[in-house]
């Protein structure tokens, strides 16, 4: 599927591919969804693929707030850049490493309502826009949106497809 570019078309994919993780998650007997991943360095399980989808919707939704309040903040927190967000996700890694899998499963299902939610309350030229918001920069909203639902749904389910084919 090409890359959204409109708002119905980022509202589709998001839902498609949330859909398409959970059924492939459900397909899991419970000893493959908390198995090791035995090619991973960082993300070792589901839970963890789980944590770090969660962890990205807070990103977009944090980054959104604040800057529809006026507070001018970048995407990824300090000290972090485009450059360095691997050594981010490390850290969002190593701090979830006592959630249990029932709650980073909670966890992304609320977040990823509040990114839907939040993406129904913008218009398609806020979304796609280029220069609508000062504060996303040379890249659109709804840009930011794909990476942290759609996209980001793809990476995990691709993740998670090689772990049951390694099994």
Not at 22 to 44: G, K, Q, Y
Not at 132 to 142: E, P, Q, R
């Amino acid at each position: 599927m090409a890359r959204p570019t409109t708002k119905n078309d980022l509202l589709a994919a998001s839902a498609k591919g949330y859909e398409s993780l959970w059924a492939l998650i459900d397909s899991m007997s419970e000893e493959m969804r908390t198995a090791v991943f035995t090619f991973e360095d960082r993300d070792r399980n589901v839970r963890d693929v789980l944590i770090h989808l969660y962890e990205w919707h807070q990103l977009l939704l944090n980054w959104v707030a604040k800057n529809q309040k006026g507070e001018r903040v970048a995407f990824l927190p300090n000290p972090y850049n485009w450059k360095t967000y691997g050594e981010m996700n490390v850290e969002l890694w190593q701090k979830h490493q006592d959630t249990p899998y029932e709650k980073a499963e909670k966890q992304l299902k609320e977040s990823h309502k509040e990114v839907m939610d939040l993406i129904e309350g913008f218009s398609n030229d806020a979304l796609f826009s280029k220069n609508y918001f000062d504060w996303t920069g040379t890249t659109t909203l709804g840009s930011y949106c794909v990476s942290a639902s759609a996209s980001h749904y793809d990476w995990a389910m691709k993740k998670i497809k090689k772990h049951i084919k390694l099994q």
